[in-house]
């Protein structure tokens, strides 16, 4: 198995797609780590090679009883680019792993050739932080069923679930394959994050991706938040939102096509404009708007 030592911690990671293309570093969210990316995964090997590991505290990586936050978590990522070799990347983050993204993409962007964060935000308002206490608190109350039960009707559409009756046994195999200690973790890191001070320094592309009905991680915050709208009206020129329509949180399990499509899409205009970037962003955000 392929493991690379990144500080004290060692991450188990996996290559997978054509050798020949660009590589796109996958973060992963809070409950299901890197299993996150499982329904675009073939979508997406079409046109790249996947980076995908398990962070510290998930899956085969070393799980160490400390706290964690967001930027450490992009830290880590920059070191596990620097352990194989990796000069410059793309770099595609869901849910928590949206918000790891952000902050990688602003930490680091000489690593950074361009970003998507998906269903991420750059600070809680009132309402998320609430959301994710309770998600702790219920982590250590109820039944494992139970909890994620309660975590899929928050993620995914009342239609949806309708369609897939069995989406409740697959998000309970895939969160129990983390440990509990680190969804508690994962929580509050992100009832903490506060990015906001890291938006200024973006300065290569970063698409941001978010269900037009999350209740999770929403385009639009309270006041008391930094949204994923707020980013992209901060840096016009480096960011911009695109929302789809009609779902909840998980874009990538209601919609996998389209959101392949949106992501390489996006991935491919900037490879085209390559080392200039920042010249082919401005004229896609000129398109958009």
């Given at each position: ?12 990671y ?39 590991f ?10 160490p009883?400390?706290?964690?936050s967001?930027e450490?978590?992009?830290d880590?990522g920059?070191?596990l ?11 595609h983050?869901?849910?928590?792993g ?17 970003s ?8 809680c ?14 982590c ?27 989406v ?38 970063l698409?941001m991706?978010?269900g ?24 016009p020129?480096?960011?911009?939102l695109?929302?789809f ?19 390489t ?10 080392p ?6 401005k ?7």
């Amino acid at each position: 198995m392929p493991f690379a030592d990144v500080g004290d911690v060692r991450l188990y990671y996996e290559f997978t797609g054509p050798e020949d293309k660009p590589v796109i570093l996958q973060f992963g969210g809070s409950l299901f780590g890197r299993q996150n990316f499982d329904m675009v995964n073939d979508g997406m090997r079409e046109n790249f090679r996947l980076l995908s590991f398990d962070a510290s505290g998930y899956g085969r990586s070393t799980q160490p009883l400390t706290s964690y936050s967001i930027e450490n978590w992009a830290d880590e990522g920059a070191g596990l680019l620097d352990a194989l070799g990796l000069d410059r990347v793309l770099t595609h983050g869901t849910s928590m792993g949206g918000m790891i993204a952000i902050a990688f993409t602003a930490k680091y962007p000489e690593r950074t050739i361009a970003s998507c964060a998906d269903c991420g935000m750059a600070r809680c308002d009132t309402y998320r932080r609430v959301m994710f206490r309770n998600w702790r608190q219920q982590c250590e109350a109820l039944p494992l069923d139970d909890f994620c039960a309660l975590l899929t009707i928050q993620a995914v559409g009342a239609a949806f679930i309708e369609e897939h009756p069995d989406v409740f046994d697959n998000v309970t195999r895939i969160v129990s394959a983390n440990s509990p200690y680190t969804v508690r973790q994962a929580c509050l890191a992100m009832e903490a994050m506060d990015l906001e001070p890291l938006i200024g320094d973006i300065r290569r592309p970063l698409l941001m991706t978010n269900g037009s009905r999350d209740i999770m991680t929403p385009p639009d915050l309270a006041p008391s938040g930094y949204s994923a709208r707020q980013i992209a009206e901060r840096v016009p020129d480096w960011a911009r939102l695109h929302e789809f329509p009609d779902i909840g949180h998980a874009d990538l399990l209601e919609v996998p096509d389209e959101a392949v499509r949106v992501v390489t899409a996006f991935f491919q205009e900037i490879l085209q404009g390559e080392p200039d970037g920042a010249g082919v962003y401005k004229d896609l955000h000129a398109a958009a708007a």
